[in-house]
């Protein structure tokens, strides 16, 4: 039974990137978003990437059990898919279980609302972040209409980002709109420490951290539903 566990554990991590991590009084979840984020085009094989059609099913069954006291979501994505990698931040931020999010490396582009999705922030001081305006590939048709689209697709964006995180709407829009920090673009790259100054990421730390926070989390839920219990 030892030796099927162990299998069912080295399955996830190669197909899902995620394990679960026990100590016999709690169990907790790690979950990683690496790499791109694909949408509903299949990535070139060659590239790290994270299918949006696993991590929401999985998040999904993560809710719903028991076993499960809280989540760890570790971030370190160039971004990819903007309404894939929007959908999976909508969901995370959803769920009612204790929920922390570690960004190691880099949670650039749409990686930006995924890293505000949890209960709590973390980054650790050597990641960075990447804040730019919302692009696009293929054919653009040179009307209105279009503009129009991406304007409200970026404006969905920052209000999700302000939703959930504590930094201002007017000081996210001027760091997507610096010309004098990346090359051949606009925007702006934050380390940790000025993620964390910025309002935009809750606190500078990593794994340690963020299970202390779903711990604290876990003890309150308990205290919240013995005081409703005791009221009945």
Do not use: W
């Amino acid at each position: 039974m030892k030796q099927q566990g162990n299998e069912e554990k080295q399955n996830e991590i190669e197909n899902l990137g995620a394990v679960s991590i026990e100590n016999g009084h709690e169990t907790f979840y790690v979950v990683s978003i690496i790499g791109q984020i694909e949408g509903h085009y299949t990535l070139d094989s060659n590239q790290k990437s994270t299918k949006y059609d696993h991590i929401i099913p999985l998040l999904c069954a993560l809710e719903e059990s028991d076993k499960i006291d809280g989540i760890i979501i570790l971030i370190n994505t160039l971004g990819g898919d903007v309404e894939a990698g929007l959908a999976i931040a909508e969901v995370i931020a959803s769920l009612s279980k204790p929920t922390a999010t570690v960004v190691l490396g880099g949670g650039h582009s749409i990686g930006v609302p995924l890293a505000t999705s949890g209960k709590k922030s973390f980054i650790v001081p050597s990641a960075t972040m990447t804040i730019h305006p919302v692009r696009t590939s293929g054919v653009v048709l040179g009307v209105p209409q279009a503009f129009d689209y991406l304007e409200k697709m970026q404006d969905r964006i920052i209000r999700f980002i302000v939703d959930h995180s504590h930094v201002k709407e007017e000081d996210f829009r001027s760091m997507l709109s610096r010309t004098d920090v990346l090359v051949n673009d606009i925007g702006s790259i934050l380390d940790g420490y000025e993620a964390k100054a910025c309002g935009l990421i809750d606190e500078i730390g990593g794994i340690k951290e963020a299970l202390a926070a779903l711990r604290e989390m876990k003890k309150t839920k308990i205290e919240e539903s013995q005081k409703e219990i005791a009221s009945e």
